[in-house]
């Protein structure tokens, strides 16, 4: 069978697929979490040393995670946005920066959380927390040039290097950090330091990464299809879609 | 010829001008830089004052105590020459895009990298330089000793090119945007975060009697990098802000 991949990439034939994704990965999102939650707050067992704040780790890693990978699915739309002269890719770029600075803000909330009864203190100059600080700057850097910039297109484009910029620096920013880290404190604070974790602790963790990977998937392609409106609202199709007639 | 002509015939392509070499369209771009920022000679002394007095408040807010002021020293010496360089970035390119230079640049047969790598070296030549020059100077009020004045120094030669450098994205992204100065400030401090610890890191390390080398490499490295590199995302900035 061959799928023509290129028709998506109009905005007309894009927006129904992305209501059907959107919708699909939604209930997904849902109905992991829902088991994601059973076993992380009912199933799993009470840490041996962290009682039960360690929960918090069934929100947290997942959401630092999708803050990383969220970026690169950023770069990577903006990427082919830049070199296909792509518009929908640029929209995708768009779409994914606020759901990638929420996940960012949910992990340095919860790791304040999970920090406070564990380690004593709500922010600790980890290189993680430091590098996902940092990374939450960079989208709302993308956020705010985007705000600034009145034509679309212009912005698409603008957002587009500084997405690819920052994905290049990301890793270096990462490993500054790390290393300017361990030079000034030694590794007294780490999670990778962490006990060895139980196989139903696992099995929560990783289903609850499935559900953060259905969310962010669902939120952006909802997110997209706004824009896709927004940007489109002069067309025949969108005044058709949205029931406003158009004058011939 | 005055260098107004020279660019334009450069441009037209005429009057036997042949087009000029990448070397050429970066010593072109550098001195015409220089020139201008040497007749305003005033804010230069203004963007070098704002360093001294940046340095000079962090004693008030914190302790003038030797030893605390030691341990503040690098990061502070260092915190304040990003902020120079923010400051001084909108000169980079925001007068040449108001003027149509820039435009004439992008035009030119030279290439637009070219031009953008000789205005750039021409921001460090007169930002980063003086600011390198001029720290260890500041570093003595900070009881820091003689071989971490010296690393001071080092590093920051070393290190605020790429200021310069990775701060013209920057400048180049956010021309002809609304709020100007504080998305720049935005945009350009969260990528300067690893010339920060990489330079303080290489003062600190002297001061507690360790080798700086690996510091100073990593620096040198990220300036090679960003030697190669940066100039064709400047250039691919300015052409989206000239559509």
Known sequence: MIVNWFRYASPVSFYPLAGRLARGFGALAAVFAAIGLWIGLVAAPTDATQGDAYRIIFIHVPTAWMAMIVYVAMAFWSAVALGLNARLSAMMAQALAPTGALMAALALWSGAFWGRPTW??????????????????????VIALRQAID??????????????????????????????????????????????????????????????????????????????VERERGSGWVASLIGIGTSP | MTSASRLSAAVAGTSGVEPPSVGGAVVFALRRDLRVALRSRAELGVELLFYVIVVSLFPLAASPSRAVLSTLGPGVLWTSALLASLLALPRLFAADFADGTLEQMALARGPLAAYASGKMLAHWLTTGLPVAVLAPLLGAQYALDGVALALLAASLLI??????????????????????????????LPLYAPVLIFGAGAVDAARAGLSAAPQLSLLAAGLLLAVVAVPFAVAAAVRIALD
């Open chain 2, 159 to 188: 290190g605020t090119p790429i200021l310069s450098l990775l701060g013209a994205i920057g400048a180049a992204l956010t021309l002809g945007t609304r709020g100007g100065g504080s998305l720049l400030a935005l945009l350009v």
């Open chain 1, 151 to 228: 034509e679309p297109r212009r912005a698409d484009r603008a957002c587009a290097v500084l997405a690819l910029v920052g994905v290049v620096n990301v890793p270096i920013i990462y490993f500054s950090v790390r290393w300017w880290n361990t030079l000034h404190q030694g590794s007294s604070i780490s999670l990778t330091a962490a006990p060895k974790m139980a196989m139903i602790m696992l099995a929560g963790l990783l289903v609850m990464t499935a559900a953060a990977w259905c969310y962010c998937i669902a939120a952006s392609l909802t997110r997209v299809r706004a824009i896709i």
């Open chain 1, 120 to 141: 004593g203190t709500y922010w600790a100059w980890d290189a993680r927390m430091t590098s996902t600080l940092i990374l939450l700057f960079l989208y709302l850097g």
